[in-house]
């Protein structure tokens, strides 16, 4: 899996990126959502360099053989952890974890490697669940549907 800078856009994206593929089921409603919530400017690139991380992931995934899909997340738990050591910047950690919880939600439902990929952030970033309800609470009340 490559690295990126520490707190870079890359490295942010390239969380969303990996709950937008976690559940093995990318569907539509998560790239209108991509696009109504303009995550590319919210974490400081291009349309085209966010496209770019995405497509970088699936790469890695393949490369590595870690994607294999049954209903949970391509990765495993030390490379999730890894993943997430990449942003350590407490602000972009709420923003990033925003966003994919923003995501995750976009088909109507929070699938299992979905769901891993969120407790994963909490877990790894020291947030606490209540951290997570507020975010989630914040993102219920500014619904873009």
């Excluded at 400017?41 to 991380?53: F, I, P, S, T």
């Amino acid at each position: 899996m490559r690295k990126y800078t520490l707190n870079s856009p890359q490295a942010a994206a390239r969380i969303v990126a990996l709950t937008i593929i976690a559940d093995g089921d990318v569907v539509s409603a998560e790239f209108a959502l991509l696009e109504d919530l303009a995550v590319h400017q919210k974490l400081g690139l291009e349309r085209d360099a966010l496209h770019e991380v995405l497509d970088s992931l699936c790469e890695d995934l393949l490369s590595s053989h870690q994607l294999a899909w049954a209903d949970s997340c391509p990765v495993d738990q030390f490379t999730l952890a890894e993943l997430m050591q990449e942003i350590d910047d407490p602000a972009l950690r709420r923003k990033v974890l925003s966003l994919c919880i923003k995501l995750a939600q976009a088909d109507g439902h929070v699938a299992p490697g979905e769901t891993i990929v969120l407790s994963a952030a909490v877990e790894n970033w020291g947030l606490s669940q209540q951290t997570l309800a507020a975010i989630d609470v914040q993102y219920a009340s500014s619904q873009v549907w």
